[in-house]
């Protein structure tokens, strides 16, 4: 597996990425897409995302949960995509 770097963003910035993205939060502070005005899912966890643990993952537009076992999921699974 080659080496990835992570970036840690604070909820501001993390913010302005996901509205680049199309994305936006509601009062609760959940990522909605804009498109389609629905909570965005966490393909792992299967939990809606909040922005206190929102991760817009490297190469990609996918946003989940960003717990240990999400990570390690996310990366097992894209471990033979380099």
Request: net charge negative; with cysteine; proline share 2%.
């Amino acid at each position: 597996m080659a080496e990835k770097r992570l970036v840690q963003l604070n909820n501001e910035d993390r913010l302005e990425v996901l509205k680049k993205l199309g994305y936006v939060l509601n009062d609760q502070g959940f990522v909605i897409d804009v498109d389609t005005k629905e909570e965005v899912m966490c393909k792992y966890s299967k939990q809606k995302v909040h922005i206190n643990f929102a991760a817009i993952l490297p190469g990609s537009t996918l946003i989940i949960n960003a717990t240990p076992l999400t990570m390690a999921q996310y990366f097992v699974e894209h471990d033979d995509d380099e």
